[in-house]
């Protein structure tokens, strides 16, 4: 893997993981929002709009744009270290060449919970669960892991170079 940081590397602050994960929150919200409006023109050709109250486009929407998220989380950090999100911010994962399957724990706990926000009830807990690794981010001093990081043995670090 190119580009591995420092063992000394400073964590990143909490406000540039948000900013990262923002940016890329923004991209697959679009890509959300496009998978919604073909599934719901689909559904609604075939006759199928109005089953389960009219959700099923946003449960497919949102389970394919959260898989889709949840892909290339690991696909990135396996490749690169990082998603467009943490290059942007300048930041990265750390310690760099971990193992494809310790990335892919690392993407099942955060952000493949996506995948469950267009199911009804369900995205309470999904999104209670996103706030709490937010949180749990915060407290965590000084490293500043969500278990996430802690279940793939992991840190975000500054990109000093």
């Not at 023109?41 to 898989?67: N, Q």
């Not at 892919?104 to 709490?132: D, Q, S, T």
């Amino acid at each position: 893997m190119a580009g591995t940081p420092p063992a000394d590397a400073p964590p990143a602050e909490w406000w540039e993981r948000l900013g990262a994960r923002l940016i890329e929150a923004l991209v697959f919200g679009v890509f959300y929002y496009i998978l919604f409006i073909a599934l719901w023109g689909i559904f609604r050709t075939v006759g199928m709009s109005e089953v389960f109250g009219g959700r099923l486009p946003g449960v497919f929407a949102w389970l394919a744009a959260g898989l889709g998220f949840a892909g290339y989380d690991w696909w990135a950090h396996s490749r690169h270290g990082r998603t467009f999100g943490k290059a942007i911010m300048k930041i990265r994962l750390a310690p760099g060449g971990l193992p494809p399957r310790a990335l892919l724990k690392r993407a099942l706990v955060y952000p493949a919970p996506v995948m469950l926000m267009g199911i009804p009830v369900v995205n309470l807990l999904a999104g209670m669960l996103l706030f709490v690794v937010g949180m749990l981010i915060l407290i965590d001093k000084p490293l500043e892991r969500g278990p996430h990081d802690r279940l793939a043995g992991t840190r975000v670090v500054k990109d000093l170079r």
